[in-house]
């Protein structure tokens, strides 16, 4: 990167500005950032979370802990129809929870309610019942591209729809929730449902999208079982390698040291081509995670892949695929985030939709159906759901990004989001340093 003559008098001057300033210190951690709903709890929320497991747990339950409560009672209402609750109840206190942390964010959860909802009684088994509703449910369809599919400064489009009635009305409330974890592991954005921590649809901080698939779905309730909503969130944040490449591999390596509750594909989506899907069966033999399949260049020149609820190997389109991705491929003129969303755009239960720039350099589309129609598209940048400025991606906007910033000062070119180009105009200068102090406090 080529840089001017940094101005030192300058620097301290902005430093003692910064000083000066009032910095927008939280009660907890977390906050809403959009939110509408209807006087049934129908709708979206927008919302960000930050700093230990337990914190986000805590801080996820205070802002949200009404709709918690009545997703927690919905689903036990409508598993009990089958008389079976306490039978779920008892895989879940017998199942492999990973990261560990995601037990952290239980208790945080189950403290929260117990002080603002007590008579509920709600417990961590209640919750993780909910949380792995998707492993008896959801059938998918997802597709990815880059190469010569996409055009500057895009570098990978990836689209996930996920398909299933609304079993309940708490599943009409959809929630994309930006966590920045401060144990130093990946951000990510997860979009769900009120205080579900596992993942269906979710985005990392290097532009992988994970999400769960519906295949072969047998179910194998014994002790020591993996669900595959769990693999999908240990997934989401267990590789933070610089290099994405290594990624998928190391992924795939970890998940065949556990046994699986649900069969099922499920996207390790890496961008630029440097993700797979990976394959489950709880019934076999050996590692229950048994294929990893990558791009593969006999299919639209190795730059797509695309994943429905049937097998392939790569080399052909799944039998199952209905939605035109041949045809769309075909053309091999550069796509755009608004094709590659309206390829799969069918009246989903979600939608999440990816065009990814660089590392914490994204866009983010998300929608959900409710009662009557849909959500509004929701249309984020990464820096929007994490706070303009934080450039280490811990969720605040502090005196460490402002150092960060003010180090590469004066850049003219190549610069990145994480050197300081908050404006992505390729350098680093008075706009971006405007933006981040303009943002410092938040999240902190």
Not at 3 to 18: A, G, N
Request: overall charge negative; proline content about 4%; charged content about 20%.
């Amino acid at each position: 990167m080529r840089r001017t003559t940094k101005k030192p008098l300058f620097i301290l001057v902005i430093l003692v500005l910064l000083v000066a300033r009032p910095s927008a210190l939280r009660a907890q951690n977390g906050v809403i950032l959009e939110q509408e709903l209807d006087g049934a709890g129908r709708g979206y929320t927008v919302m960000r979370l930050w700093g230990t497991d337990y914190e986000m747990g805590y801080a996820n339950a205070l802002l949200m802990g009404d709709y918690i409560v009545q997703g927690v009672n919905q689903t036990e209402a409508y598993i009990n129809q089958y008389g079976l609750y306490n039978y779920v109840r008892g895989i879940m206190a017998d199942a492999i929870w990973m990261p560990p942390g995601i037990e952290d964010e239980f208790d945080g959860v189950v403290d929260c309610l117990a002080v603002t909802h007590p008579a509920e009684d709600i417990d961590e088994l209640d919750l993780k019942v909910a949380a792995t509703v998707g492993d008896w449910l959801y059938g998918c369809r997802s597709h990815i591209c880059w190469g010569r599919y996409v055009a500057d400064p895009i570098k990978t489009l990836a689209t996930r729809r996920l398909d299933f009635s609304t079993l309940f009305p708490s599943m009409n409330h959809h929630v994309l929730c930006a966590r920045a974890p401060s144990d130093g592991s990946p951000s990510y954005v997860n979009l769900g449902w009120p205080g579900i921590p596992t993942a269906a649809n979710g985005v990392n901080e290097f532009g992988t999208i994970v999400s769960l698939h519906d295949y072969n779905c047998s179910t194998d309730s014994a002790a020591g079982r993996m669900s595959r909503m769990v693999a999908c969130r240990y997934a989401l944040t267990f590789a933070d390698a610089p290099d994405v490449s290594t990624h998928v591999d190391a992924v795939f390596a970890e998940l065949q040291n556990y046994e699986l509750m649900t069969g099922s594909f499920f996207n390790y989506y890496a961008p630029e081509g440097f993700g797979g899907v990976i394959t489950g069966n709880p019934y076999r033999s050996g590692s229950d995670f048994y294929d990893l399949r990558k791009p593969r260049g006999v299919w639209h020149h190795g730059e797509a892949m695309i994943t429905t609820n049937a097998w392939t190997d790569g080399t052909y389109t799944p039998s199952d695929e209905n939605f035109g991705a041949d045809a769309y491929y075909d053309d091999e003129s550069p796509k755009t985030q608004e094709s590659h969303w309206n390829l799969l755009a069918a009246g989903s239960l979600q939608q999440l939709s990816i065009a990814y720039r660089a590392r914490r350099g994204m866009t983010i589309w998300a929608d959900g159906r409710l009662n009557a129609g849909r959500t509004p598209r929701l249309e984020w940048e990464w820096t929007q759901l994490f706070g303009m400025g934080d450039l280490n991606g811990d969720g605040a906007v502090d005196l460490s990004d402002l150092a960060a910033l003010l180090g590469v000062y004066g850049t003219t070119s190549g610069a990145t989001y994480e050197d300081g180009d908050l404006d992505g105009d390729g350098d680093v200068d008075l706009s971006d340093l405007a933006a981040l102090l303009g943002n410092y406090g938040a999240g902190t």
